[in-house]
Structures are given as C-alpha cells and as structure tokens.
Nanobody
Framework: QVQLVESGGGLVQPGGSLRLSCEAS????????IGWFRQAPGKEREGVSC????????YYTDSVKGRFTISRDNAKNTVYLQMNSLKPEDTALYYC?????????????????WGQGTQVTVSS
C-alpha cells in the first residue's frame, strides 16, 4: 500500500517561509504525480499545487503563484512545497496525495492515497 507522510508545518510570522515535505513509500513517485491540498476550518479543501510523475509539469493555484514552489526528489521518495512570503490566509492543514487519473493542471484532484496532514499557522 502507498503511504504518504507530511512534515515541516509549524507557526510562522507573515512574510516568513516554511518547507513542507511529503515522504512516500518506496518507488511511489516513479508511478504517481503528487498534489498538495489545504483545508482551513469552515472552508472547503482546495488544491494548492501539483507535480507530475515526470516532473516536466507543475501547477499552482492563483493564490500561491510566485510564492510557492513544488519539487520532487525521487531518490528520497519525497515531494517538497517551499512556501515563501506566507500570509495569514495560508493558515490551514496541508495534505499531500497521489493525483486522480495522473492529471496535474487546473482542477486537479487527489486520488486514492492521502497523508494525515501537517498544520501551517501564519500569525503575528
């Protein structure tokens, strides 16, 4: 079974940075694209960014473009989300997941496998 474990969340001031990690079970990233999602209390879960299994295609939702960067290291079975210039509205529980039908683009969705999440709080 595919397993995904997020880490790297925490409390950061507005304008600060965090790097989230999504560590996958062995060889998962050879076959699956990965998306990052977030959910704040009282709001629907939204897709933040994704990266195709080939690493040639990435996507960012408009609210994070220019601030967040997704990358992957297949040898370490890890996908990263570098988050810069953080804003209070970025506060949420962040999840990684394998991509539904391997699609990475506008409207991407998570598929069968999800991590448990890591909390990001942006506050003064």
């Amino acid at each position: 079974q595919v397993q995904l474990v997020e880490s790297g969340g925490g409390l950061v001031q507005p304008g600060g940075s965090l790097r989230l990690s999504c560590e996958a079970s062995a060889s998962t990233l050879d076959y699956y694209g990965i998306g990052w999602f977030r959910q704040a209390p009282g709001k629907e879960r939204e897709g933040v960014s994704c990266i195709h299994s080939s690493s040639v295609s990435t996507y960012y939702t408009d609210s994070v473009k220019g601030r967040f960067t997704i990358s992957r290291d297949n040898a370490k079975n890890t996908v990263y989300l570098q988050m810069n210039s953080l804003k209070p509205e970025d506060t949420a529980l962040y999840y990684c997941a394998t991509l539904f039908i391997s699609f990475c683009g506008e409207g991407f969705k998570g598929g069968d496998y999800w991590g448990q999440g890591t909390q990001v709080t942006v506050s003064s």
